[in-house]
């Protein structure tokens, strides 16, 4: 009697933590800019500083967020908060968000602009280069400057910090790390055809090309 009951309440915490997680994200929430940028204290002590390095779990620099897209922002804070992107201070830092949180900071920096014009191409690769994003079909999703995303909830990495490119297609080819690693089907077949140093030759290129993503200064928001 009491094995059958113990199957219950495993049923039973099961379908409920289920139902939870489909709750989450089941009504989008209605982004607010100011009320973003009144949340985004936390989010300045990083990605407020030109240049500032992530330390753990791997050091490279931290992204430029102000000027992606509000949809973008919102797919990746929601990705950390279910933990399908493993980095623990984003983990504990998304986690700590409602959706509307996600919403409002997602519209604060979506709404950033830096002013620069891009070019409807972008400036053509080196030869290997070229192969290696044509072989990930790279274009067919970021846009043929890597700044107009087929979807707006991809990233535009035109500009990007190379060093973060870099661990970010990295990390769609971990599998069984607490620390590292992001579910994403899509990115992650993409991401095995390449060998680390290919991964950061692309990045390289991507980093050089002009882009809509930047870092707005720390001293902006006082």
Do not use: C, H
């Given at each position: 009697m009491r094995q059958s009951s113990s199957k219950y309440t495993t049923r039973f915490v099961a379908g409920v933590t289920l139902a939870l997680g489909a709750a989450w994200g089941a009504h989008a929430a209605q982004g607010d800019a100011q009320a973003g940028a009144d949340k985004a204290a936390m989010c300045i002590g990083c990605h407020g500083i030109p240049g500032y390095q992530n330390a753990f779990p791997e050091?490279?620099?931290?992204?430029?967020?102000?000027g992606q897209s509000a949809k973008y922002i919102e797919s990746a804070l929601t990705a950390y908060h279910k933990g399908e992107r493993k980095h623990p201070t984003m983990?504990?830092?998304?986690?700590?968000?409602?959706?509307?949180?996600?919403a409002d900071l997602a519209?604060?920096?979506g709404s950033q602009s830096n002013g620069v014009t891009l070019p409807e191409?972008?400036?053509p690769a080196p030869e290997a280069v070229a192969a290696l994003l044509n072989k990930g079909g790279c274009v067919a999703c970021h846009g043929a400057n890597f700044s107009k995303p087929l979807d707006p909830s991809y990233p535009k990495i035109a500009g990007q910090h190379p060093d973060y490119l870099y661990a970010a297609l990295k990390a769609y080819t971990v599998k069984g790390n607490d620390m590292v690693g992001r579910g994403n089907a899509i990115m992650g077949g993409v991401a095995q055809q390449f060998s680390h140093a290919e991964m950061k030759a692309m990045a390289k290129y991507l980093a050089s090309l002009p882009g809509e993503v930047f870092t707005q200064p720390l001293n902006r928001f006082r």
């Open positions: 050091v490279y620099k931290v992204p430029k967020i102000s983990r504990g830092v998304a986690g700590s968000l409602s959706e509307q949180d996600i519209a604060f920096y191409t972008a400036n």
